[in-house]
Nanobody, 120 residues
């Protein structure tokens, strides 16, 4: 069964850093289009970063460019989201998602989410 499993959320002060991890249970993250989404309270879910399998191209939302980095460790079958210079506006539940073909057609598998809280 394909299931992304997130970890690494927590609470930090503004300006701090966190690293989220997403383990690929039942699949290889290196063979899927992988993405991180987030949903803040009362807001719609938004794509934060994507890592495409073909060529390793990445996408970042404008709000996180220069602060967040998406990467993967194939040996550990894990996707990461390195978050730096965090802002209170980054507070949200972060979800890892996977698509076997392309992220552009929607994500097929979702993790349960991990809470990130940034205090000012």
């Amino acid at each position: 069964q394909v299931q992304p499993v997130e970890s690494g959320g927590g609470s930090v002060q503004a300006g701090g850093s966190l690293r989220l991890a997403c383990e690929g249970s039942g699949f290889l993250v290196s063979t899927y289009c992988m993405a991180w989404f987030r949903q803040a309270l009362g807001k719609e879910r938004e794509a934060v970063a994507q890592l495409y399998t073909s060529g390793g191209n990445t996408y970042y939302a404008d709000s996180v460019k220069g602060r967040f980095t998406i990467s993967q460790d194939n040996a550990k079958r894990t996707l990461y989201l390195h978050m730096a210079n965090l802002e209170p506006e980054d507070t949200a539940v972060y979800y890892c998602a996977a698509a076997p073909i392309s992220c552009e057609y929607g994500m097929d598998y979702w993790g349960k989410g991990t809470q990130v809280t940034i205090s000012s």
